[in-house]
Structure formats: structure tokens, C-alpha cells
């Protein structure tokens, strides 16, 4: 090796096929052939088995059920997310620090943890239950309860987004539309916001993506009852526990897709912003 | 600079101040309020109750051999990515990062229907009397998948931004291969490695969906501490729940402060390199 190590370091650094083989016989192993192992399954299941159990009214349920809180969870978080990475680029106060690191909590806190928390928070023997009683508002078990557990787990996503974006952002820009005699709300209408569309954007699909995923922080707030408050990765598991390899694979396969897709429009977007960034 | 409008910025902070404290503050605190609400013995009691303790070692055990092993991974994937050119590399790092964007339910689907009973490789395992599922291998299989991308994804951007001119001219100076990364590369990602076996041993901890699926929650046996928190939590035993996660949530803690520390640390690797390189976080 030391000996052809001279010729072909003028192109290539050392270790190349080790470092690659690794990476590869590692990702197959403990990545591609579980997900394919799911695949197979599905297609042993047949089309129109899948489609069956799929459209199932309590697999619709489930589907349903997930889909709508995430998208109250992400609209919470665009608009809580936008206005964290604001005041923590924009503004200096004290205890600024450690606003910005409470913001990584969600992903610290393990989930199983934040959905025992949530749920006892909001019960009625909790801190906010029962104000929300006096209010006549019940969280626990509701649909509500599984956004807010969701809405907790996926914060960082689109704070941690925004930030470098904004941060990046030129001040000239703003300076010359204040110039011009622009009020700050258009300024930041007309000049700043479009510039953080793309990473905001690609913020919200992530923090989507993740609540149509998450499990621990939900399943002790949902209540989990069949067709109400039942999200699609719990019905996967159920399905197991019930020795239904079939249905629990279908449910997973959807699951899949939905991520997938997400994925794909995530790095669509980051694709985008960082273009955006470039002509900026 | 511009000119002061000091009311809607003090409004702005308030609101994000009011808003993090009743988010994300509030069920930090309640975790510690509720596991000591009966008083300091019953906390130690239950901390110290048999069941708990074997969760915690069993947390330990998959910690200790998940992380070790992602490191290695990492750092591997992060030496071909980032310092050679070979076609494919883009789908190479999308790979790298699908535990991300997956469920961990069902990364542990996709093992039962792999190693369980029913799976694709069962009457082989059962042939051979080997036990993956509902056992120590499971657990750490599911972890290792879920916690995969995180020493890769800090330590791959970094590499990238420093080059590979310093190598290079180790490796003409005449360094083996092994001597050029350890002396050269290690010095230069040190922080980012840091952070990201941080991050990854955070995650390993709390795993609990991918978990739960193969575990079989066998009480005593293959209950981490996440899945014991569950147990105790919906056998009603709330103080002893909250005591158990008072742990997890300290390590939480410890955590996050290690990376708030790194990322100062960080500071130095990246001015080394180009600025502003996108942080956007994919750690979940």
C-alpha cells in the first residue's frame, strides 16, 4: 500500500474502497435489506390485498385522524417556528441564550418522556388541565392533545431552518426598502419573507413528516380509541400485537410513502433555498 | 442601524418568552415536580427499585454498543463522501439520512418482518436457534438504524468544507493512510464528532417506538428505560414513572449542555473553514 501510495495520491486520498465498503455493507445490512424485508411483504400481500386493508374504515380512520393533526402541528410550529428564529436573530435581550438552546429540547427530551409529561400536564390533576376544564376545553384524549404532542416534538425543525437563513440574510436589502420609504411590515412582507419562503417551507415539511411519524409523545395523550383518536403507526403496532404481519405491513408500506414523498419535497426545497440563497 | 421601534420588538420577545415557557418549559419542569411531588425517599425508592435499575443497565448496554459502532460508521461514510469523488454520492448521503425521515415503527416493523418468527430469515434463526427479536440483538438493531445518520450528518459537512488539501499534502510528505487520518483529519472534526456521538447517544437512550416493536416488553428482561417508563406509567404508578424519566430527562440535560459547550467549541472548526455552512438539523 505505501508502495502505490505516492502514484495515487496525485488523484485519490487513501482508505477510498475501505471507507466506501464499510458505509455500504453497513447501510445494506442494517438499512436497505430491513426496508426491502417491508417491500417484499407488501408485494407478497398483493395489490389488491393492500388496497383492501389500506382503505379499511378503521385504517381510514387512522390515516385521517394522523394526517389532520399534523397539519394543525406544523401550522402551530410555522407560525410559533418563524416567530422563535425571528427574536433569535433579530433581537439581542438577555436570556437570549437560553431561549435559543431550550429550543433543542423536543429533540433531547426522549419522546416517551415529553408524552407522559404532556398528558399529565393537561390533566385534569395537571398544571393546565384544569384551567382548560374551567374553559370547558379538553386536550387529553382528544385530537387536540395528539397535535399538541406533536406540534412538541417537531419545534426544531422549523426554527432551526429559518435561522441560518435569516441570519444570512443581507441587511442591504431592508436598508434600501426602508430607504424607499417602506413601512416594516412590508419590509418584511415584501422583502424578508420571500427570501426564507424556500427554508421555511422545507421547515414545515419536515416537522410534517415527523408528526405523521411520531409515536411515544402520541400515544399517551391520544387515549387510542379505534376510528377517534387512533394515529396509523399505533394501528401498525396493534396489528402486530394482534399477529396481523399483513396488515401491519400495509399500514408501515403507506406510512413509507408518505415519508418518502416528504423527503423528496424536503430536499426539493433546501435545493431551492440554497439557490435562492446563492442569487440572493 | 436602524431606527429604535422598541414596541414591537419587546412584544415579539415577550410573546416567544411566554409561549417557549408554557411549551417547552412547563412539561421540562413538570417532569421533576411530579417524580419528586411525594418527597426525596420515595424518589431514591423508586430510582433504586430492581426493575428500573435493570432498564437502566439495559439502556446502558445498547448505548454503549450503538454509539461506538455509528461513530466507526459515521466517520467511514463521512472519509469516502466528503473526500473522494465517485459517481452516486449524492443518492450515498440521501441513504444516509432515510432513518431520519422514517418512522422508528416502522424501522421495527421491518425488522419483525426480517428476524421475526414469521420473517424472511425466521426458519433459518429458528433452524439455528438463534434469537434476534423480542431480545438484545433486536434492540440494538433497531437503535443502531435509528441513530445511524447522526455522527455522519455533523461530521460530513465539516469534512467537506475543510478539502483535502491538507491530507494531500500529508500523504506526499509520505503518511499512511491511517497516520493522515488520525493526526490530520481527527484533530480538524474533533468538536463535530463530539457533538455528534452526543446527539447519537442522546437518541440511543430515548429510542422508544423502533424499541417497543421488538423488544415484546418483557418486564425485567427487555425493558429499556423509555419502554419502563410506559409500563409504569399506564400501571398507574405516576411517581414512579417520573422518577424513572427524571433520569432520561437529566441525561436530556446533560446533553444539551455539552452541545451548547461544543457548539462554542465548534466556533474554531468552522472558522477554520468556510462560514456559514447551512445547520439545518435533521436530528430527531
Redesign the interface.
Known sequence: ??VA??IR?KR?????T???G???L??TL??????I??V??GAEIGPDNFMRIVTSPRALAAFRVTLTAAAIATAINAV?GL??A???V??D?P?K?L?D??????????????G???T??FSSS???GPLLDALGLQVVYTLAGIAIAM??TS???VV??V???LE?LDPALE?AA?TLGAR?WTIFVRVVFPAILPAWL??CT?AF??S?????AVV?IAGNLPMKTEIA?LL??IR?EE?D?NG??VI?LA??GF??V??LA??LL?FWA?RYREAM | MRPPRPLVPRLLIALATVLTLLFVVAPLAFIFARALADGWQVYAANILDPLTLHAMWLTSVVALIAVPVNILFGLAAAWAVAKHRFPGRGLLVTLIEIPFSISPIIAGICYLLLYGRQGLLGPFLREHDIQIMFALPGIVLVTLFVTAPFVAREVLPLMQGQGTEQEEAAVTLGASGWQVFSRVTLPNIRWALLYGAVLCTARAVGEFGGVSVVSGNIRGQTNTLPLHVELLFNDLNTTGAFAAASTLTLIALVALAVKTLLETQRGTDHSATRKGESNVPAHQ
Open positions: 500500500m505505501t501510495a505516492p495520491a485519490v486520498l487513501p482508505g477510498f475501505l471507507s466506501l464499510t458505509t455500504l453497513y447501510l442494517i438499512i436497505l435489506i430491513p426496508v424485508a417491508l417484499l411483504k410559533y416567530l422563535m425571528w427574536v433569535l433579530r433581537y435581550f436570556g441564550r431561549l438552546a431550550l429550543m433543542d429540547i423536543p429533540f433531547a427530551l426522549p419522546t416517551a418522556v415529553a407522559i409529561s404532556l399529565a400536564l395537571g398544571w393546565f406540534a412538541f419545534i426544531p425543525f432551526r431552518t435561522q441560518p437563513v444570512d436598508q426602508e416594516p422545507a421547515g419536515t413528516a415527523r405523521l411519524g411520531e409515536f411515544g399517551f403507526s401498525a403496532y402486530l399477529y404481519y401491519a405491513a408501515a406510512l413509507l415519508a418518502l416528504l423527503l424536503s430536499n433546501q440554497a
